[in-house]
């Protein structure tokens, strides 16, 4: 089955900077990735996602791309706000399953 | 849109006892339901696929008989914890999409925990 890494397990950053989450898949046949974002006891929300078709995906200061040769893809996030800090999920599909990474806890720094 | 309601939010049991947890899509109709456990700092791992009119799909590891999943209507899916433990003790979580979609919408989440 789907095998989804997530890397770093925890990020600070400074308020204002950029973030960068990493995630890599094992199966080629996936096609859809979204970004999820938790907080504490709510549920996932989703954030940004992107398919297999397309390299790159931008909303306002999140932006997600696609390597689908290398088989990961990456969340971006410019400007950070301290209403940014949450726990953040990648997930990869094939089909209707979805399979999430581990997670990142996000901390941005006032 | 794309709303999904879960029930109860909250919900204390003694060991021995069942559960059930009622997870609905408020504006659409569902023919495919997800449920996940979302143990504390850790992932979702998917339990199961809930088909609406057919029996649900469990991932490996996952007691069928331990975890009932009922999908009668396209708008609805039940998950009951029988003889429920506190190792069941967890947050479950389910999730819809509308026809033709991708995207996931996650109800709200079932925190359990079993004394």
């Known amino acids: 089955g789907e095998n989804v890494e997530q890397h770093p397990s925890t990020l600070s950053v400074q308020e204002g900077d950029s973030a960068v989450i990493k995630c890599t898949y094992s199966d080629s046949a996936s096609n859809y990735f979204p970004w999820y974002k938790q907080e504490l006891g709510k549920r996932p929300q989703l954030i940004i996602d992107?398919?297999?078709?397309?390299g790159e995906k931008k909303d306002q200061r999140i932006a997600v791309t696609l390597n689908k040769t290398a088989k990961h893809f990456s969340l971006h996030i410019t400007e950070t706000q301290p209403e940014d800090s949450a726990v953040y999920f990648c997930a990869a599909s094939i089909g209707e399953k979805l399979t999430f990474g581990t997670g990142t806890r996000l901390t941005i720094i006032p | 849109g794309a709303v999904v309601s879960q029930h109860p939010s909250r919900v204390i049991c003694k060991s021995g006892t069942s559960v059930k947890i009622e997870c609905r899509s408020l504006?659409?109709?569902?023919?495919?339901m997800f449920w996940y456990r979302q143990f504390p700092k850790q992932s979702l791992m998917l339990m199961a696929t809930s088909n609406e009119g057919s029996k649900a799909t469990y991932e490996q590891g996952v007691e069928k008989d331990k975890f009932l999943i009922n999908h009668a209507s396209l708008t609805l899916s039940t998950l009951t914890v029988t003889s429920a433990h506190p190792e069941d003790s967890s947050f479950y979580i389910c999730?819809?999409?509308?026809?033709?979609?991708?995207?996931?919408?996650f109800g709200p989440g079932t925190r359990l925990t079993v004394l």
């Open positions: 992107i398919r297999s078709n397309v």
């Open positions: 504006d659409f109709q569902a023919t495919t």
């Open positions: 999730s819809a999409s509308p026809a033709g979609a991708d995207t996931q919408y």
